[in-house]
Each structure stands twice: as structure tokens, then as C-alpha cells.
């Protein structure tokens, strides 16, 4: 497969109006950012319509769906990735031009602790307390 794109760049002063016009009707995205700080951050608009694909998420799945042929190559592959290397985390059911991943639910709970690593390592956060020990 190859992949490829084009950027274009348009004359800000005249707008991307004929893409908002055409998500009227098609999927697609459009996004803008209203920052503008000199010497760091600029104004940027950035969209496409006619995706190949369409990924919807879930609480506990993800549903990848082909829009165009485009996608249906996308879904074709995909499909090849997930059945040549499975994983027991999720499966993978491909089903015409779309591909349902659901994650497995956990053998056990998990404590906040497991989830979600402290953010500071163990020994920067024992620090404070060796510290005290030498005050006096």
C-alpha cells in the first residue's frame, strides 16, 4: 500500500467556507485554533472531508468502519495485522467492511495504585523524609 497526501495552503483571506459547506453533508473534520501569540503560537486552520475510514470508541470497543474503497483497503489490512499477530487484551471481529475491537474484561480489579503509576519515582519522593533525618 501506498500512502500519500498533499497540503495546501490557501489564502487566509478567503476562507475555507467549502469545506464547512461540504461537512454539511459528508463526514469529515474541521478544526481551528483562535491562539495567536506573537513569536509563539499562530492561527491555524486544518480539515478534510472523505475519510476512508471511520473509528468510533466505546466504553469497550472501537468500531473501524471503511467509508470508501480507500478504507476498504485500510480495513483489509488491518484485519491481516489482527490475525497474524492476536493479542489477549482484545479480540478482533471482522465483519464485511468494518472491524470490531473489544477489550477483554481484567481477570481481577486492579488498585488505584496499579492503574495509575505514582508521577514522582519512589526515591525522589523518600527525599523529604532522608532530608529531615540530618536537620536538626
Known amino acids: 500500500m501506498k500512502i500519500t497526501h498533499s497540503d495546501t495552503t490557501l489564502p487566509y483571506a478567503e476562507g475555507i467556507d467549502f469545506l464547512v459547506s461540504r461537512l454539511d453533508a459528508a463526514k469529515g ?3 481551528a485554533s483562535d491562539t495567536d501569540y506573537p513569536g509563539r503560537y499562530s492561527r491555524w486552520d486544518i480539515g478534510f ?3 476512508p475510514l471511520e473509528v468510533i470508541g ?8 471503511a467509508l470508501n474503497p480507500r478504507g476498504e483497503k485500510i480495513i483489509a489490512m488491518l484485519a491481516a495485522i489482527f490475525t497474524a499477530r492476536p493479542d489477549d487484551s482484545f479480540t478482533a471481529a471482522h465483519r464485511g467492511n468494518s472491524i470490531t475491537c473489544t477489550i477483554q474484561k481484567p481477570q481481577r480489579r ?4 496499579e492503574r495509575y503509576p505514582p508521577a514522582i519515582p519512589p526515591f525522589a519522593a523518600a ?3 532522608a532530608a529531615g533525618r540530618f536537620q536538626r
Open 58 to 65: 466505546y466504553n469497550d470497543r472501537t468500531v473501524f468502519t
Open 127 to 129: 527525599a523529604p523524609d
Open 110 to 113: 486492579f488498585s488505584e495504585e
Open 29 to 31: 473534520m474541521y478544526m
Open 49 to 51: 472531508d472523505a475519510p
